[in-house]
C-alpha cells in the first residue's frame, strides 16, 4: 500500500499529534510504518491519521512540527531518542507513561474511573498492553516489536485529559505535567552530542 502523505493530517487545526507505530498486519500501518494522528484539546482526533514508512517519519515529523503542537508518546526515550539521531527535534511533548504516574499520586487530579482505576493497580502498564523496547535495541529504520496502539495511546489521552479538565486546581495540574514532560524531553537531548567535522553522535557512557 502507499503511504498517505503527512500534509493529510495538517488539513485540520489541532493541538496534538499522537505518534504510535503501525501494528503488524494492520492495513493502516504495519511493521516499519508509523501512524500520526491529529487531536484537539480534549484527545479526539480531528483528522484521520497518516501512515509514514519508518524512514519517512523524519522528515514528517519536521514538517508537522509547530510552536502550538504537543507530541504524544507512550515514552519519550523510546520515541523521542531516535528522532533526534535522524536529526529531527520538537519544541513540546506529552509523555503518557509519565502523565499516568502524576495522575495516580496526584491530591489535585478529578477522581474519575481512569485515575480510580490507576490508583487500584498501580501506575504500570495495563496487564495486556506490551512494554516497548530500550531504543537503544533498535534504530528508527528497523522493524520495530509491536507496541502500544493509536487506538490505545489516544484513549489514554483522552482519559488523562478528562483528568486533568475535572481537577478543580485544573491549571496547577497542567503545569505540572508539562514539566514532567519537560524533564523527560531533556535527557535524549544530552545523550546526543556534536561530532567532530559535523553531525550528531551518541555519547558513550
Known amino acids: 500500500m502507499e503511504d498517505k502523505p503527512p500534509r493529510t493530517v495538517r488539513e485540520n487545526t489541532c493541538v496534538y499529534m499522537v505518534l504510535a507505530p503501525g501494528a503488524r498486519g494492520n492495513s493502516d500501518g504495519g511493521a516499519g510504518r508509523f501512524r500520526l494522528q491529529p487531536a484537539d484539546a480534549t484527545g479526539a482526533p480531528t483528522a484521520p491519521a497518516a501512515v509514514v514508512s519508518s524512514r519517512d517519519l523524519p522528515e514528517a515529523v519536521r514538517a508537522l512540527e509547530k510552536p502550538s503542537l504537543r507530541w504524544v508518546w507512550h515514552n519519550t526515550r523510546s520515541r523521542y531518542l ?54 537503544d535495541q533498535f534504530t528508527l529504520f528497523d522493524a520495530q516489536p509491536a507496541a502500544i496502539s493509536l487506538e490505545d495511546l489516544l484513549q489514554e489521552l483522552q482519559d488523562q485529559l478528562a483528568a486533568v479538565a475535572g481537577s478543580p486546581s485544573r491549571d496547577r495540574l497542567q503545569l505540572l505535567l508539562a514539566a514532567e514532560s519537560a524533564g523527560a524531553w531533556w535527557p535524549p537531548r544530552w545523550s546526543i552530542r556534536a561530532c567532530p567535522g559535523g553531525g550528531t553522535c551518541t555519547k558513550k557512557s
Open 82 to 135: 531516535p528522532l533526534l539521531r535522524a536529526g529531527v527535534s520538537v519544541d513540546r511533548c506529552h509523555d503518557l507513561s509519565l502523565a499516568r504516574n502524576i495522575l495516580a499520586l496526584s491530591e489535585y487530579a478529578a477522581g474519575t474511573p481512569y485515575v480510580r482505576k490507576l490508583r487500584e493497580r498501580g501506575t504500570s502498564l495495563p496487564a495486556d498492553a506490551p512494554e516497548e523496547p530500550a531504543p
